[in-house]
C-alpha cells in the first residue's frame, strides 16, 4: 500500500505559479511510477504529467506543456509540480497517483493509489 498526501493548492491571479507537493509512504519511493492528474468540476479525471522512477522518464499533456514541470526527489519521498502562466483553465482539483509497475501510462485507470487532491483555482 501506498499513502499520498499533496499539499500546495490555493487560489491564484492569471500567469501566477505554484509548487504542488505530494508525500508518499508504504513502499520504497524510488520504485514507483508517479503523475498528476487534475478534474475540473463536470468533467472527467485529466492527465497532466508523470515521471518514472529515475526521474529520466517525462511525459506531459500537451495543455501544461513548456508551463508546468514534474519533478521528484526521492530522498523525501516527494513529487513536485511546479506550475507556472497558470490559466483559468488550469482550475481543477489537483491529484497525485502512484504505481509499482514499470509501464508508463497516461490513463488514471494504471495507477494504484491516489491522494485526497488538492484545489488549485485560477482567477482572470
Known amino acids: 500500500q501506498v499513502q499520498l498526501v499533496e499539499s500546495g493548492g490555493g487560489s491564484v491571479q492569471a500567469g501566477s505559479s505554484l509548487r504542488l507537493s505530494c508525500v508518499a509512504s508504504?513502499?520504497?519511493?524510488?520504485?514507483?511510477?508517479l503523475a498528476w492528474f487534475r478534474q475540473a468540476p463536470g468533467k472527467e479525471r485529466e492527465f497532466v504529467a508523470f515521471?518514472?522512477?529515475?526521474?529520466?522518464?517525462?511525459y506531459y499533456a500537451d495543455s501544461v506543456k513548456d508551463r508546468f514541470t514534474i519533478s521528484r526527489d526521492n530522498a523525501k519521498s516527494t513529487v513536485y509540480l511546479q506550475m507556472s502562466g497558470l490559466k483559468p483553465a488550469d482550475t481543477a482539483t489537483y491529484y497525485c497517483a502512484a504505481d509499482d509497475a514499470r509501464a508508463y501510462s497516461t490513463s488514471p485507470d494504471a495507477y494504484d493509489y491516489w491522494g485526497q487532491g488538492t484545489q488549485v483555482t485560477v482567477s482572470s
Open positions: 515521471i518514472n522512477w529515475s526521474g529520466s522518464g517525462i
Open positions: 508504504g513502499e520504497p519511493f524510488d520504485m514507483l511510477l
